[in-house]
Nanobody, 122 residues
């Protein structure tokens, strides 16, 4: 059973910073991709950023220069992903979800975290 546990959300004023963490545990392939998505009230879930197990990262244009995705490089943190969020704006308010995908003999495996609320006040 694969579990993703997120932490780090909260309330912050515009211009402030937050750091989200997501630890994945269970029988996970060494080669995997971890991502952050977000869903604002009344909107569809949208992709925010992705990082591969090799460290290659990509971010949606809306957050480039403000958010940075990374993952741990120690043995016990290699499946932990972080999202450093700086210069936060009220429009960043959403529930942020962690996601992991990897291949298995049964096909692609996708797992989601429970979500963590980020609220940015004006």
């Amino acid at each position: 059973q694969v579990q993703l546990v997120e932490s780090g959300g909260g309330l912050v004023q515009a211009g402030g910073s937050l750091r989200l963490s997501c630890a994945a545990s269970g029988d996970i392939s060494e080669s995997n991709v971890m991502s952050w998505y977000r869903q604002a009230p009344g909107k569809e879930r949208e992709w925010v950023a992705t990082v591969t197990s090799g460290g290659a990262a990509n971010h949606v244009d809306l957050v480039k220069g403000r958010f940075t995705i990374s993952r741990g490089n120690a043995k016990n943190t290699k499946n932990t992903v972080y999202l450093q969020m700086n210069s936060l704006k009220p429009e960043d308010t959403a529930v942020y979800y962690c996601h992991i995908r990897y291949a298995s003999i049964y096909g692609a495996r996708d797992y989601w975290g429970q979500g963590t609320q980020v609220t940015v006040s004006a």
